[in-house]
């Protein structure tokens, strides 16, 4: 049943897949992620300087067409909120945009840290219920780690919390 599911997954995602999203030099594989909603296809890119990314996702809309969004980083399910929020991190930091993927709405939404996260690498994780992301910095020069909370409704606001 499992196999048949992923068929099916692989075969509407066919038009989506069709072209290459990211560097066309660079490796390219596809993931399957599982939503409250239902399955997504990640499109990943392999790049030089930072690795692995997911590049483009793509799934079924409520009309039963295939809808692809273009991304782009690390990715950080939320399945009960069927949303995405991915950090696009390199050699030298991660970038203090931050995107969410909102299934439900076939929308893409940028939120920014509040302060440069330059030569700075952090996690994502999302809050045990609802659509709050928390955002934690590495230590850096004996500081504490920075901490920051996204709340993702219309768009994404994130704000400093704690030292």
């Known amino acids: 049943m499992k196999r048949l599911g992923l068929l099916l997954v692989l075969l509407w995602s066919l038009p989506a897949l069709g ?6 030099s660079a490796k390219h594989w596809s993931t399957v992620l599982h939503l409250a909603v239902g399955p997504v296809m990640l499109q990943w890119t392999g790049v030089r300087e930072s690795g692995q990314a997911v590049c483009r996702l793509s799934y079924r809309n409520k009309q039963g067409q295939t809808q692809a969004l273009e ?3 690390e990715p950080e399910p939320n399945v009960t909120e069927n949303l995405i929020a991915f950090a696009s991190c390199a050699d030298d930091g991660c970038d203090n945009k931050i995107l969410v993927a909102d299934i439900i709405r076939g929308v893409v939404l940028e939120g920014h840290l509040p302060v440069s996260t330059q030569q700075t690498y ?9 659509r709050t992301l928390s955002i934690e910095g590495e230590s850096f020069g004996g500081q504490p780690p920075r901490r920051f909370t996204c709340t993702v409704s219309e768009g994404v606001d994130c704000a400093t919390s704690g030292i």
């Open 19 to 24: 072209k290459q999203c990211g560097d066309p």
């Open 71 to 73: 991304v782009w980083g």
């Open 122 to 130: 952090f996690s994502l994780k999302w809050a045990a219920s609802g």
